[in-house]
C-alpha cells in the first residue's frame, strides 16, 4: 500500500514560516514527481508546488514557497515563507509517475494537513 503522510501543519501568524513534510512509503520514491496542492473550504483544490523525480525540475504557484525533495529519506518538503492568511487551507501530498501528470491526475494523495494563518 503506497501511503504519503504529511506532517508540519498547524496555526501560524501572518507573516510567519512553516515548513511542510510528506514521507512516502511503499513506492520507489526516486521514480515519482512529487508535488503539493491546497484546498481552502468552499475552494476547489489548487496547484502549489511540483518537482521531478530528481529535484532537478520545480515549480511554484507561489515566490514564497519552495518545493525540495530528499530522496534518501523519502521525503518532500514544502517551504512556506511570509504567510498571509489566505494561505489557510489543507494541503495535500501527490506523487506521479511524471513531472506533467501532476497537475492532471496524481496517481497518489496523501489525507492533507491543516494549516491555519491568523492575522
Known amino acids: 500500500q503506497v501511503q504519503l503522510v504529511e506532517s508540519g501543519g498547524g496555526l501560524v501568524q501572518a507573516g510567519g514560516s512553516l515548513r511542510l513534510s510528506c514521507a512516502a512509503s511503499?513506492?520507489?520514491?526516486?521514480?515519482?514527481?512529487m508535488g503539493w496542492f491546497r484546498q481552502a473550504p468552499g475552494n476547489e483544490r489548487e496547484f502549489v508546488a511540483a518537482?521531478?523525480?530528481?529535484?532537478g525540475r520545480t515549480s511554484s504557484a507561489k515566490g514564497r514557497f519552495t518545493i525540495s525533495r530528499d530522496n534518501a529519506k523519502k521525503t518532500v518538503y514544502l517551504q512556506m515563507n511570509s504567510l498571509i492568511p489566505e494561505d489557510t487551507a489543507i494541503y495535500y501530498c501527490?506523487?506521479?509517475?511524471?513531472?506533467?501528470?501532476?497537475?492532471?491526475?496524481?496517481?497518489?494523495w496523501g489525507q492533507g494537513t491543516q494549516v491555519t494563518v491568523s492575522s
Open positions: 501527490a506523487a506521479a509517475l511524471s513531472y506533467d501528470a501532476l497537475a492532471h491526475r496524481p496517481n497518489y
Open positions: 518537482i521531478d523525480s530528481n529535484g
Open positions: 511503499g513506492l520507489v520514491f526516486g521514480y515519482y514527481a
